[in-house]
């Protein structure tokens, strides 16, 4: 027995939007125990050229979204990039883990060979849907959202590694 | 047609792990550059309550060969972790990809459904195979991986999402 792309993708990336979900819901709660405007929050990087907590956020859904209709070739939802909450960004989230439950699992039978094409500023990157998955949309979805964590843990909310493992939860 | 246990656990984290190699390479060269003392990146962190950057580095090969030996119910190597320079941790992580690779494919069949018992502190974590991977092994390697780059790229190493996702290759 093997297992399902639709497993490796659309699921861990359900599992990993919902404890984004839950680390940005602390990172609220954060801000207003310490009075801070959570506009700070949002637009803080790790770095000046980095990009801020909003876009990573943004970022994670859309790849994970966009990379399992790739290989479920479906057309997959578009969001409008005008979030300026915490709450709204946490409802792209709801939106993509929506989109990603709602895909039928038989949409990605036979996606590890499937051709898939990737734009990336003027070049376009080619791959097998196996390869696609394991080189390029996981990596990319657990950057983004990882690098969220991470801006708000800089910043001094009370986050452990419990709350990105298993959104707070035993695991 | 499904996907083997093994090319989304030991071939994913090979690809990572080697990544992270390369971006310690990058760190290095920069710290030269810079007239920066490699210990100083070495000791770095995000928060003065999360690990530094050689911890991160130990932590993500660990989990990586630890969780593949798991689901191929093999012993991994045993690390001494006493590793004080970039080059010692990039060794590190040449031995964890020599382990990963040398597992064979084989001793993953049936993985899947195989049950893992995880040690977290007092605790012990239960899961089956797949829900291990999908849950536990995957998000955590990327966890250290990620934060290894956020360190150095918050300490203005010159890197970007390529050298994370592609080892500085076109992808």
């Known amino acids: 027995m093997k297992v399902s792309m639709y497993a490796l993708s659309a699921q861990v990336f359900v599992n990993t939007l919902g404890n984004l979900c839950w680390v940005l819901e ?5 801000a207003a125990q310490r009075k801070i405007d959570p506009s700070v929050l949002l637009g803080a990087r790790l770095a000046p050229d980095m990009l ?37 960004l946490r409802t792209r989230i709801a939106r993509t883990i929506d989109f990603l439950e709602g895909v039928p699992v038989s949409a990605l039978d036979g996606a ?21 998955l394991q080189r390029w949309a996981i990596p990319n979805v657990f950057f983004h959202v990882t690098t ?22 035993d695991a």
């Not at 590890?112 to 376009?124: L, M, Q, S, Y």
């Not at 969220?148 to 939860?169: P, Q």
């Open 26 to 30: 602390k990172g609220g709660n954060n």
């Open 52 to 88: 801020p907590l909003t876009r990573q956020v943004q970022i994670a859904c859309d790849i994970a979204k966009n990379s399992v209709a790739r290989l479920a070739a479906l057309e997959p939802p578009r969001f409008e990039d005008n979030e300026t909450s915490i709450e709204q």
């Open 112 to 132: 590890e060979t499937r051709d898939i094409k990737v734009p990336a500023g003027e070049r376009t990157l080619e791959f097998k849907g196996l390869d696609f």
């Open 148 to 169: 969220a964590y991470n801006i708000l843990r800089h910043n001094g909310v009370d986050l452990g590694k419990r709350d990105f493992i298993a959104g707070g939860r």
